[in-house]
Structure formats: structure tokens, C-alpha cells
């Protein structure tokens, strides 16, 4: 049975989906999203969200709130007491002096350095990565602005950028600080959803990429209710609780969507889907160029990252708590992983909302269905046992700790942001090398989720780049 038309259908209500879908509805598109996902996910959004999304979608007049927690982030203390980080620079170094003077005298320094780093990802981050084949005026005057932005910033800022990027983030904390608690917390954001341990190549850039957005010296994303203001938009309309497959006519042309194994079929010209791309392509695999097919094959997607909630009733002591007491905590802990074991001792990262803690678990490698109930509750007594010295409650709220493991998230291999930001992984490699800007090889098929530039940990920057590249490339006269 076929069903009344859209002009395009967005396969996933997630961030990225939602803010390529009101694109294209403000733009005059007529847009139906498909979520197989029957309920919307409650818990805030972590990630920078591009002023140019607030801005061109209204987002704040809508209700859009960040909340930005001070101290940012806590750390226990060998000895006792914690190690708090604060927005206003001068209460960090404060902070850091009581427990390492020398680290303290360079807090300033370091984030300004950071944050200038981090002004440049933000500007690539907000349009498609650089088109370094392009003979086009406009992209070449981009990517000269780019340069001269850089050249701006001052002969520093160019050194840094050639030698912190590809660094590990171990190299550059061992390079500025001392302090193994100040190291842990700052070690901590560059191995975010790597298979990768804080000694590994690249992820310095990690660290940085989740720097992007933040104030000077806040080394945590922002966090905002963003994906239910999307929601709340008026302009789309929404299905959930149904899986959507692209469909193509008997000569290769795009169709529609097909819900289901059996389901409707529902007719637009155009799909732009927000599924991870080893997924988005799994359906058309035969008919496509097996070097594309290899490429998305090879796709980096290692899922190590466990996710929890924990319903909690009454005042916590922290907002954000952070357990990776040393950079060399953080390499054991990826030790278990690279053989395929949880951590023993995980780096764990606990933060208060409304009603409930949000718990961020690393490394719980993807285990290919290898989970079961068992699994939870060794994994659950790991997470707990590493708590218990810094939260004491959380003994007697054990029962409920609802923890998710990759094996759980309906994602391939687990990985919650479409695939890892390995240096080979982002900007115009992202995807794959050769169609890192939304299009596929299937005419009408975009991609624009977190699979695609500038990747996970942002919230709707590749949604708003998928539907600039969809306008300008379906322009109506
Ligand atoms: C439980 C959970 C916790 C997370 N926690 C954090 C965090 O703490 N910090 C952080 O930085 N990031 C976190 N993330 C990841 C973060 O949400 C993503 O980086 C970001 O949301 C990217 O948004 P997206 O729209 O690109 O992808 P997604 O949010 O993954 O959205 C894609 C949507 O498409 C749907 N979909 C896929 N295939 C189909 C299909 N065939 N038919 C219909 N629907 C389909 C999926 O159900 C999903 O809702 C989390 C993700 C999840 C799922």
C-alpha cells in the first residue's frame, strides 16, 4: 500500500535528525521523520550546540536552557577531599594551588591555549568539512579565510595546532602539569568513546573536540534540553515506534522509505537519515561499489562506553563527579579493553539532573551479544565498587542502577557516536574518504548524523550542514 507524499523523509529523531528535518520544513520542504525509538529519551543532551542552530531555529525563544554547573567537575582526592574546577579561572587556580602550586601558576595559560585551539574547530564545525579537490571559488576562499583565522590567532596558536592535534593527550598534561588528579580529569574528556587508552595518538584532538563550545577554562560539554525543544517545534511530523528502510524503484531511483520488514511504504524523492552509516548502507551493500562498501565496512565503530541511570531522591554532593584519579588509572582501565574485558576499576563519570544521575562507564567493550545478566551485575558491582569510597549512598541504591552496555544501544558495535573520532575518522574523512559532504552514492539518499563531519558530542551541527548541502543541491526555481 502506498501512502500520501512527502517532499523528504528523515530516517531518526535524534538530535542531528530533527535539526536537518526543520531545515528543510523552514525551507518549504513538507518532512515526515521515522523513529523506530517507540519513546523520546529523557535525558538532557550533552554537546555544543552551534549558535547558528539556536539562532536560525529559534531554539532559545522555544525553551532551549543549558545548564552549566559550578563547580564543572569534582574529583576525589587521594587523601581526602576533593579537587574542584570552577567557570571563574581564578577559583581553579585557587583550587589547584592548594594541591600543586606549579599547576596552578600555568592553569590561565593552558586554557587560553586550549580555547583558542578550540575556536578553530568550531569554525570548520559549522559548515562541511573542507573540500581540499575543490577548483571552486568559494570553497577556496573559504579554505584561505580558514588559514588566515589561524594566522590571526598568532604564531602560537600555528604551533600549537601542527603539534597538539595529533598528540595523546597524556603527552600534552604530562607537558604542562604535575598533579595526578588535575591530569586524570583533563585525561579523562580525550578518550571520550575511544577504544583508545590516554597514551594513544590523537587523542589530544579528542579532548579538544569536546572542548569546543565551552568557556575558557570548562573542560566539560554543555549540556541542554535541546533534542525536546526539536520536538516541540511545530513545521514536521513525527512517527515513532517504526523501523525505515530507503526503498528504490526497479531502475535504481529512490522512492521513499519502507516501514518494517513488511510495512508501508511511504513515497518522497528525497531521504536523509541519521543511522549510523555501517548501518544506513547495510541494505544496498550489492549494488554498491564494493570500494565504497569496503570503506564503510571499515568504519572504526568500537563502543566502550556504558551508560547508566540512577533515580536518586534528595540533595547530591556534586553536580559533576569524575573517578580517574591519574592518567595511569585511565591506561589500565583501557588495558581490560583492548582484550575485550570490562575494567576492572572503570573510569566512571557521575552527573545530577533533575530526579536522577546520569553515569557515563569506560570501558565496557561491544561484546557482539556476548551479554547477559551476568555481564550487568559484574559490571553493576565494578561501577558501584569504584563509587562507594566518594559516594557512600550509593551502596544502598544499587537495585537502582540501570546501566546500559554497547551491546545494548541498537548501534553497530555499540558506538554511540556513529563511529570514533580518530584522526583518520573526522573532518574529510568522515564518513569515508570521497563523501564527506552528506551525499551518497545512492541519488536522493543524505546522510546527517553523528556518523558524518563534525561527529558525535555536538548536537545538530551535522544535522544543519546535511540540509545546506540538501537545499543548495535541490534548489527549486
Ligand atoms: C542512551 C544514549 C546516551 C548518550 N549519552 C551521551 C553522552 O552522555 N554524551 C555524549 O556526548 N553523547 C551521548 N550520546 C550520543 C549522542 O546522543 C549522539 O552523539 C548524538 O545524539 C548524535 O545525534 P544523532 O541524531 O546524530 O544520532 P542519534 O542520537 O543516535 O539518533 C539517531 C536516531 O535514528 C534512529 N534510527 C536509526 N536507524 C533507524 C531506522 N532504520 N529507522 C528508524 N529510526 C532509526 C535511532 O533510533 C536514533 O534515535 C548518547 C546516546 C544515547 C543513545
Known amino acids: 500500500m502506498t ?3 512527502y517532499d523528504a523523509i528523515v530516517i531518526g529523531a535524534g538530535v542531528n535528525g530533527l ?14 521523520v521515522v523513529e523506530r525509538e517507540p519513546n523520546a529519551n529523557a535525558a ?18 522555544q525553551g532551549l536552557r543549558f545548564t552549566q554547573p559550578d563547580p564543572w567537575i569534582a574529583a576525589p582526592l587521594e587523601g581526602g577531599g576533593r579537587l574542584e574546577l570552577w567557570r571563574d579561572l581564578g577559583r581553579s587556580v585557587e583550587a589547584i594551588r592548594r594541591i600543586n602550586p606549579a599547576d596552578a601558576a600555568k592553569w590561565p595559560d593552558f586554557c587560553a591555549r586550549m580555547r583558542k585551539l578550540a575556536t578553530v574547530l568550531e569554525r570548520l564545525y559549522v559548515a562541511p568539512p573542507p573540500d581540499i579537490e575543490s577548483r571552486n571559488p568559494r570553497e577556496l576562499t573559504r579554505i584561505a579565510g580558514l588559514g588566515l583565522y589561524v594566522r590571526r590567532l598568532g604564531k602560537q596558536t600555528v604551533i600549537d595546532l601542527a603539534r597538539v592535534l595529533p598528540m595523546s593527550i597524556a603527552e600534552l598534561l604530562d607537558d604542562w602539569f604535575e598533579n595526578d588528579a588535575l591530569k586524570g580529569v583533563l585525561g579523562a574528556v580525550g578518550v571520550w ?8 595518538g590523537g587523542t589530544a ?4 573536540h569536546h572542548h569546543v563550545g565551552s568557556p575558557i577554562g570548562v573542560f566539560r560539554p554543555p549540556v541542554s534540553n535541546i533534542a525536546s525543544v526539536l520536538l516541540g517545534l511545530p513545521g514536521i511530523e513525527v512517527r515513532r515506534g517504526q523501523e525505515a528502510m530507503p526503498v528504490h524503484g526497479p531502475d535504481g531511483h529512490l522512492t521513499g522509505v519502507g516501514l518494517g520488514p513488511h510495512g508501508d511504504t511511504i513515497e518522497a524523492q528525497l531521504v536523509v537519515t541519521s543511522a549510523d552509516p555501517r548501518a544506513a548502507f547495510e541494505y544496498a551493500k550489492p549494488d554498491l561499489d564494493p570500494e565504497f562498501v569496503r570503506a564503510i565496512d571499515n568504519i572504526k565503530c568500537r563502543g566502550v562506553v556504558a551508560k547508566g541511570t540512577l533515580a536518586w531522591q534528595g540533595p547530591t554532593r556534586f553536580t559533576n563527579l569524575c573517578v580517574a584519579p591519574s592518567l595511569e588509572y585511565l591506561e589500565r582501565a583501557y588495558d581490560a579493553a583492548k582484550y575485550g574485558r570490562d575494567s576492572e576499576r572503570p573510569y566512571v563519570e557521575l552527573r545530577a539532573e533533575d530526579g536522577h544521575i546520569e553515569v557515563h562507564v569506560q570501558y565496557v567493550p561491544f561484546r557482539n551479544g556476548d551479554s547477559n545478566a551476568e555481564h550487568d551485575r559484574e559490571l ?12 557512600p549512598e ?4 544499587e537495585s537502582r542502577l540501570v546501566l546500559k552496555s554497547p551491546d545494548q544501544f541498537h548501534l553497530t558495535e555499540g558506538h554511540l557516536y556513529h563511529g570514533e573520532l580518530t584522526l583518520d575518522q573526522i573532518l574529510f574523512m568522515r564518513p569515508v574518504p570521497g563523501w564527506s559532504r552528506y551525499r551518497t552514492p545512492l541519488e536522493g539518499l543524505y546522510l546527517c548524523g553523528a556518523g558524518t563531519h563534525p561527529g558525535g558530542g555536538i548536537a545538530g551541527a551535522a544535522g544543519r ?7 543548495k543541491d535541490t534548489k527549486r526555481s
Open 19 to 32: 535539526v536537518a528535518a526543520h531545515y528543510l520544513a523552514r525551507a518549504g520542504r513538507r518532512v515526515l
Open 44 to 61: 538532557l543532551d550533552v554537546g555544543w550546540v552551534p549558535p547558528q542552530v539556536v539562532h536560525e531555529l529559534d531554539l532559545e525563544r
Open 3 to 5: 501512502q500520501s507524499r
Open 394 to 397: 550509593i551502596k544502598a541504591a
Open 465 to 471: 550542514n546535511a540540509a545546506r548541502v540538501i537545499l
Open 193 to 200: 568513546h575511544l577504544k583508545q587508552g590516554p597514551r594513544s
Open 380 to 391: 553493576r558491582a565494578a561501577v558501584v565498587g569504584v563509587l562507594a569510597p566518594h559516594v
Open 205 to 208: 584532538f579528542n579532548f579538544l
